[in-house]
């Protein structure tokens, strides 16, 4: 499990991200995806402890490729510059609640909620948020869960909030979001240290509570 070497490999394909480059340092890559893939099945094993209901799943098959599709992008690049997994009792955060480990260099990060539901979903989600508003604000304004996470992240969000809901709504910044998602970053210094997993392993705890909320708004 070395991240240093993941690191290394990613943030030389950043520079040569093109088919000859990649097929001449293959080993680099096999080697950098199998130290992923260790690291993805520890994690696994400690979120079972407090997520039973990840116990099914083959951790080797939680990474995303790193081959990128890009028949309807402009960019042509063919192959993603960081590694990722995602973590949910269905495999991979697929319309469902659960965890996500990024790992790119300067830009690693550790993720959780839901991210782009279908419209029937997140019109559940904002009914939740509209019913149990402050289920969610004692879950997002704890102790532990201000310590990893400042709130939503922005990245998917409507300027003004959806129809059906007044525009002075006490929950009306929750309502206009698109993607339910929080992350914390980490430098790559924090990702080569010995204690990343258990920081990791840390936040998806305190995550917990969210994707509980999340799962049950959806049910």
Not at 68 to 83: A, L, W
């Amino acid at each position: 499990m070395d991240f240093a070497q993941i690191l290394k490999f990613l943030s030389a394909l950043k520079k040569h991200n093109d088919r000859v480059w990649f097929e001449k340092n293959k080993g680099q890559y096999l080697q950098a995806r199998e130290n992923f893939e260790v690291f993805v099945t520890r994690l696994h094993g400690e979120l079972v402890s407090f997520n039973p209901d990840l116990a099914g799943l083959d951790p080797r098959k939680l990474p995303f490729r790193i081959y990128r599709d890009v028949r309807f992008s402009k960019d042509k690049s063919p192959y993603k510059v960081n590694m990722g997994a995602g973590i949910s009792p269905g495999g991979k955060m697929m319309q469902e609640p659960g965890y996500y480990i990024h790992i790119e260099p300067g830009k690693s990060f550790i993720a959780g909620g839901m991210y782009m539901p279908e419209p029937s979903n997140l019109s559940k989600i904002r009914q939740e948020i509209d019913y149990n508003g402050d289920q969610l604000e004692k879950i997002m304004k704890h102790k532990s869960f201000k310590k990893w996470f400042e709130g939503f992240d922005d990245f998917d969000k409507m300027k003004t909030i959806p129809k059906g809901y007044p525009k002075d709504h006490p929950r009306a910044d929750w309502l206009k979001h698109r993607s339910y998602i929080v992350s914390h970053n980490f430098t790559d210094k924090e990702v080569k240290d010995k204690k990343f997993l258990k920081k990791v392993v840390e936040a998806c705890k305190v995550m917990k509570p969210l994707n509980e909320f999340l799962r049950d708004a959806m049910a």
